[in-house]
């Protein structure tokens, strides 16, 4: 099944799977042999923690390939009407507070709240697809709704 991902987060997860696999397991390995040479391996912290590694390894190698195999790039460009899609960073204002906030709309495998890429299916996201700057969108948190206004879209 196909999942909707900007480039930049599509670059991300193939350099981080190009890390594990040509850097990071290769030297993991070599270490589990080393430490497998020294002996007594129920004993050896090195070789325990090294396997242990090598496999956390794989199961995220794993999981990035299935990420980047199911892949569907979406290129960033702002369309004719000035509406909001998925790759648009857009700044809201609440009306309530004042306080503004940035957000980025990402695909559900690149979201990191953190750094404000939230993903389209979100409450926030789904609020926010198909508006225009000007525009005002209600969002169902738990402490109730909040109004925020677009301030500003941009791709």
Not at 9 to 32: C, D, H, S, T
Request: aromatic share 6%; net charge positive; no cysteine.
């Amino acid at each position: 099944m196909k999942h909707l991902i900007s480039k930049e987060g599509f670059e991300k997860f193939k350099a981080e799977w190009e890390q594990l696999k040509y850097v990071e397991r290769p030297a993991m390995i070599n270490q589990v042999q080393a430490a497998a040479a020294e002996g007594d391996r129920s004993e050896n912290a090195a070789y325990t923690y090294g396997r242990m590694r090598v496999r956390e390894i794989d199961r995220r190698l794993r999981e990035l390939d299935r990420i980047l195999d199911g892949a569907k790039i979406v290129e960033n460009a702002a369309p004719e009407d000035g509406s909001i899609k998925f790759g648009a960073t857009v700044k809201l204002k609440d009306i309530k507070s004042k306080r503004e906030r940035v957000y980025s709309i990402v695909g559900e495998k690149e979201i990191d709240p953190l750094q404000g890429k939230i993903s389209m299916k979100s409450p926030v996201g789904e609020a926010l697809l198909g508006k225009k700057q000007g525009e005002q969108v209600q969002v169902q948190a738990p402490k109730g709704v909040i109004t925020y206004e677009v301030m500003e879209v941009t791709y």
